[in-house]
T-cell receptor, first 116, second 114 residues
Framework: GENVEQHPSTLSVQEGDSAVIKCTYS??????FPWYKQELGKRPQLIID?????GEKKDQRIAVTLNKTAKHFSLHITETQPEDSAVYFC???????????????FGQGTILTVHP | SAVISQKPSRDICQRGTSLTIQCQVD?????MFWYRQQPGQSLTLIAT?????????ESGFVIDKFPISRPNLTFSTLTVSNMSPEDSSIYLC???????????FGDGTRLSIL
């Protein structure tokens, strides 16, 4: 089955700096890669996602890049703010696959702390 | 996106008992899933809740321990049976409207077993 590795496990930055979180996946058939933000005691919230037919996607201060050949994808947060502090999870799944449709395999998570 | 409500939000249970968690979505969705998140850990898929048929379980999870129902396109239940302290965890329901649509999560049920 799919295996997703996420690094680093913790990341501490100063407000205004950029933060980068990296994930690798094992199953070359995976084609959908969402990122979730989970604040303490809250639900995971989708912040951005990317499909394998594109290499990069951007939404304001957040961007995700995908390298299908190397099987890795990354989350980039620019101009970080204290409210960006949370646990971030990457995930992978296979869309349009009869028995695997929608199943998400998550990375281990990254605790991001943004210091004012 | 769909609004996903879970009940109860938390519970403290005695070992050997069972608890049923409910998940209600405010619109019809194609896929519903149940995940477990142990304290300080990532999310692990327990099973896919199939409407009108038996759930599809992931490796390490069995129907006798985690029976799941999905009577319609907006509702599912997960039962944690014969609970032990190792079952203390957050249980999360998620829903996906259709192929190509993102998956969203409920607030979770925080379960503690004494």
């Amino acid at each position: 089955g799919e295996n997703v590795e996420q690094h680093p496990s913790t990341l501490s930055v100063q407000e205004g700096d950029s933060a980068v979180i990296k994930c690798t996946y094992s199953d070359s058939a995976s084609n959908y890669f969402p990122w979730y933000k989970q604040e303490l005691g809250k639900r995971p919230q989708l912040i951005i996602d990317i499909r394998s037919n594109v290499g990069e996607k951007k939404d304001q201060r957040i961007a995700v890049t995908l390298n299908k050949t190397a099987k890795h994808f990354s989350l980039h947060i620019t101009e970080t703010q204290p409210e960006d502090s949370a646990v971030y999870f990457c995930a992978a799944s296979k869309e349009k696959s009869g028995t695997s449709y929608g199943k998400l395999t998550f990375g281990q998570g990254t605790i991001l702390t943004v210091h004012p | 996106s769909a609004v996903i409500s879970q009940k109860p939000s938390r519970d403290i249970c005695q070992r050997g008992t069972s608890l049923t968690i409910q998940c209600q979505v405010d619109s019809q969705v194609t896929m519903m899933f149940w995940y477990r998140q142990q304290p300080g850990q990532s999310l692990t898929l327990i099973a896919t809740a199939n409407q009108g048929s038996e759930a599809t379980y992931e490796s390490g999870f069995v129907i006798d321990k985690f029976p799941i129902s999905r009577p319609n396109l907006t509702f599912s239940t997960l039962t944690v049976s014969n609970m032990s302290p190792e079952d203390s965890s957050i249980y999360l329901c998620s829903a996906q409207g259709g192929q190509g649509q993102p998956q969203h999560f409920g607030d979770g049920t925080r379960l503690s077993i004494l």
